[in-house]
């Protein structure tokens, strides 16, 4: 076997713009490639794209202006990804209000832009997608104890942004209408 060369950490781009290796001009062009490519793969939010410039090495010189632009043409646009994050996540995994708030936060949406996306979750929708979800999470757990199949449907409902109140109250709902006595479990006004 022989001997392992190391090699010498790559330079970012930044570095190379410093040494005089790259141009301002081939660094833009650099990052307009890298940021097409990611955007052909998926749709992310100006903030997400800064990220990934940053971890690549760009220079704010050169991610700003770039970003600005894909901003000016529409190709970065996070009001629009803010509405497909909310409508997707609602209809598709049923998660509630709560929960899409705090990925909208994660992913560097801006206050007032995630509260004008989420305010097209209409509450009674909400609560329709919750029941959905309570009434599947009852099914899976037919012949267990029913203090089990409480917890663990209410715990899905929690992890995914339902409040534990309405929690309850669909799990009740959803376990009666699956034959098990409810009576004696806590409701809305419990909370």
Known sequence: MGKRRSR?????VAERLADGEMS???ALDAAREAVLRILTATQKSRHEL?????????PESVVTPLLDRFD??????DVAYAGTIVRTRQGERGLARRAISE????????EETA?????????EDERAAGARLAEKLVVKTRGKERDVR???????LARKGYAPGLAFELVRDALAADGEE???????DDW
């Open 72 to 77: 000016d043409v529409g190709l970065v646009d």
């Open 115 to 123: 509260t004008e996306a989420l305010d097209q979750i209409d509450p």
């Open 103 to 110: 990925e909208l936060r994660r992913r560097g949406i801006d």
């Open 150 to 156: 409480v917890r663990r449907a209410v715990g899905s």
């Open 8 to 12: 010498a950490p790559r330079k970012t």
């Open 50 to 58: 800064e990220q990934a410039l940053a971890r690549k090495g760009y």
């Open 24 to 26: 301002h001009e081939e």
């Open 182 to 188: 409810t009576d004696d479990l806590p409701g809305t």
